[in-house]
């Protein structure tokens, strides 16, 4: 365990960078790529390659456990807890659903997707009893979805047709948001979509974006919703880690229409977003595998607030403490206000 102040980064002006952030401290060094998180019950809970799973407690960063999920070497990028245990599912087909207790962490498989196709990009629960999970599209285009609802896990029956080249990133497990009345879906590619579904009747609605897309690598990467209207999506190009133009947008009416932000004005592209907790929407954190960068006025302005690289997903623990994680490490960032 160490701490890296932020005397160390050196491209960034020293004084504006200490009025935003006060330490980084790795708490888990481990040969592994986490891009799933869940803060629950005062511990970091993480999935990743190599079939690992396990939590970092939030209060003695020493107390740490790990096991692993499958002799097979499985790639997890999903995560999600409901009242008794975790859900995690692999990338690769087949895609196997890993139910896994949280007291005793025995594990089994409780549903399976033998289509050569499935790649399961995001698993989000809207409460314990409900959640939803988003996979790559079968030849036929069709949205293809799961769903969990009062302990069972089966398919969720639809019309809706994808755009060819139409899918979505497993960068981050939040490419799936929801609040009150909805749950929102961001696809990716030749096309990037805000697809919505109405909690209430399941009945689902699809909206343009103006982000950028058109090629396999584009689109939106990671959303965030503070309530049913405000929301936030940030993404990008990952072939062109730099490019700035229309990554970042905003929707002041729950997705049906987005506006561009900080165009051309910000670190490049990222992975996940993040509203802090309490904010209102205001303040939010995003993360690209090449810098840290915050927002304090609803993501219309941004500024990069760290040089780190190679994290790749982001929670909020606190009002001023978020844990990063991605390649060979997990930290939390302590932050100044």
Same mark, same amino acid.
């Given at each position: ?76 990028? &999903? ?18 659903? @890993? /139910? ?33 999970? @988003? ?16 302990? /069972? ?49 399941? %009945? ?21 919703? %503070? %309530? ?21 947008? &905003?929707? %002041? ?47 219309? &302005? ?21 844990? @990063? ?8 960032? /302590?932050?100044?206000?």
């Amino acid at each position: 365990m160490k701490k890296m102040f932020t005397i160390l980064f050196l491209s960034i002006g020293m004084t504006a960078f200490s009025q935003q952030v006060e330490n980084i401290e790795t708490i888990l060094n481990d040969k592994i790529s986490i891009r799933a998180l869940e803060v629950y019950d005062g511990k970091v809970w993480y999935s990743g390659t190599d079939s690992k799973f396990g939590f970092v407690d939030l209060k003695d960063f020493k107390n740490q456990k790990q096991i692993r999920l499958s002799e097979e070497k499985l790639q997890f990028r &999903t995560l999600g807890p409901d009242k008794t245990s975790f859900y995690a599912i692999n990338i690769e087909s087949p895609g196997r659903f @890993f /139910k896994i207790d949280k007291q005793n962490f025995k594990s089994q498989i409780v549903f399976t997707d033998t289509a050569k196709t499935a790649f399961y990009d995001a698993l989000h629960f809207v409460n314990n009893k409900l959640a939803y999970t @988003f996979s790559d599209a079968d030849k036929d285009h069709m949205l293809k979805l799961a769903v969990y609802r009062d302990g /069972k896990w089966s398919r969720f029956k639809n019309n809706l047709k994808l755009n060819e080249g139409e899918a979505a990133f497993a960068a981050s497990n939040t490419n799936i948001s929801s609040a009150k009345k909805y749950v929102w879906i961001a696809t990716g590619g030749k096309a990037s979509r805000i697809l919505r579904m109405n909690l209430k009747n399941d %009945n689902i609605e699809v909206f343009n974006t103006p982000f950028v897309q058109g090629e396999s690598s584009q689109g939106m990467y990671s959303i965030d919703f %503070n %309530n049913d209207q405000f929301g936030i999506a940030v993404g990008g190009d990952y072939t062109k880690q730099d490019a700035n133009v229309n990554n970042i947008a &905003t929707t %002041n009416n729950g997705g049906e229409t987005w506006q561009i932000q900080a165009s051309g004005k910000n670190a490049g592209y990222m992975t996940c977003v993040k509203i802090k907790p309490g904010s209102k929407g205001k303040e939010i954190i995003a993360v690209g595998d090449q810098h840290i960068s915050y927002s304090s006025d609803f993501g219309k &302005t941004w500024k990069k607030i760290s040089d780190e690289k190679g994290f790749f997903v982001c929670e909020w623990i606190d009002g001023n403490k978020v844990v @990063f994680a991605g390649k060979d490490r997990m930290a939390v960032m /302590k932050l100044k206000f």
